[in-house]
């Protein structure tokens, strides 16, 4: 059997040092070695399209790839994409989605899988309109506060008029010595009904030992992005997340038989239990056995992965479901229950040309 060469693209990330490793780890166990032959291609922080493109470059003209595939962020896409498409070589790429979805309907044979976390801000917002939590504050720190997320809730909060914020706390890039207490008078002054908090890595952290201190999600709710909860600072941080409400598309917990088979057979395979972009390369896995057995086309057979349906719209993107989780402290360990699937108005969420902005989510710090 001739083994079928794919390229991949990897980029660093200082904030989640084993994301390339989960990715591949997900990637390998849909992809095995007895089939395909992994063409693997360093991009730096992805923040370089020109680093990119010469990456693209080397896996198509010396590798003779069949397929690239990989984990992009925002920076210089359009002019990436537009390099692939010229090549006129299949590109299933995923992203954090810390940006509005790019609409690729007009790109032959490229398509993106992602983590959605725009997607989850505007469904967010549309929940908590549905509760009556009409007065949102934000707290997020420098780094997160550039990207897309805030846009995303203020366009659901404010669609009709039916909330507002009441300020956004950002915690500087050399927090003062008394952070928590300036949070705490901030919340009092503002009177949020709910406070939306969005850090990742090192300022997840921060954002713990300030909740730690001035206790402000015991009097008011507390919602987050799955980053800013995730199981490094829970285990660092005992009972401080009780009762936190967490948007996201993705737990080890979520309940359907693909994701339990998923987590199972992960674990059993690699000794420790996936991460979200475990999921990522895993589905990637998914849709490219899918691709290139079907005569190289993502056809409408319906492939279900950890996270749902795999099946590209119009855009070609994956609208995958959002749910609402609570973070419980029982047992002395947390515990993740899901609440419901959030709503969210997936076909209206998408730009035509691409927007640089900050630099790429979780890649640069």
Not at 29 to 50: D, Q, R, T, W
Not at 171 to 194: C, G, S
Request: aromatic share 12%.
């Amino acid at each position: 059997m001739n083994k079928k060469k794919i390229g991949v693209l990897l980029p660093q990330s200082k904030v989640h040092p084993t994301m390339v490793k989960d990715f591949i780890d997900g990637l390998k166990m849909v992809m095995p070695s007895s089939h395909y032959i992994f063409c693997i291609e360093g991009i730096g922080l992805g923040n370089n399209a020109e680093t990119v493109i010469n990456a693209i470059q080397k896996l198509i003209y010396q590798e003779d790839v069949v397929l690239i595939t990989g984990l992009l962020g925002h920076r210089g896409l359009g002019e990436i994409l537009d390099y692939v498409e010229g090549a006129e070589l299949p590109f299933l790429y995923a992203d954090f989605g810390a940006t509005m979805p790019l609409d690729l309907s007009k790109r032959k044979n490229i398509f993106c899988n992602s983590l959605d976390l725009y997607q989850a801000c505007n469904a967010l917002g549309r929940h908590l309109i549905s509760r009556g939590l009409s007065r949102i504050m934000t707290s997020t720190c420098y780094y997160e506060s550039g990207y897309g997320f805030t846009q995303a809730l203020h366009n659901t909060l404010y669609e009709n008029n039916k909330a507002e914020f009441t300020g956004h706390f950002i915690t500087p890039l050399h927090p003062r010595e008394n952070e928590a207490e300036l949070m705490k008078q901030f919340v009092l002054e503002t009177k949020p009904d709910a406070i939306f908090a969005f850090y990742n890595g090192i300022y997840a952290k921060e954002h713990a030992e300030y909740l730690q201190q001035n206790k402000i999600n015991k009097t008011t709710a507390l919602y987050t992005l799955p980053f800013t909860v995730d199981d490094k600072i829970l285990n660092e941080f005992p009972e401080v997340f009780n009762t936190t409400k967490c948007v996201s598309s993705w737990f080890k917990e979520l309940e359907t038989k693909e994701n339990e088979f998923f987590v199972k057979l992960y674990n059993e395979k690699y000794n420790k239990i996936p991460s979200v972009f475990s999921v990522l390369g895993f589905e990637n896995g998914l849709l490219i056995n899918n691709y290139l057995n079907h005569e190289n086309s993502f056809s409408k057979e319906k492939i279900t992965g950890p996270r749902g349906v795999l099946l590209f719209d119009s855009t070609h993107r994956i609208s995958h479901k959002q749910y609402l989780w609570e973070l419980s402290w029982e047992n002395n360990s947390y515990k993740h229950n899901c609440l419901e699937i959030l709503n969210s108005n997936f076909k209206n969420l998408t730009i035509t040309s691409e927007e640089n902005g900050w630099h790429n989510a979780y890649l640069c710090v």
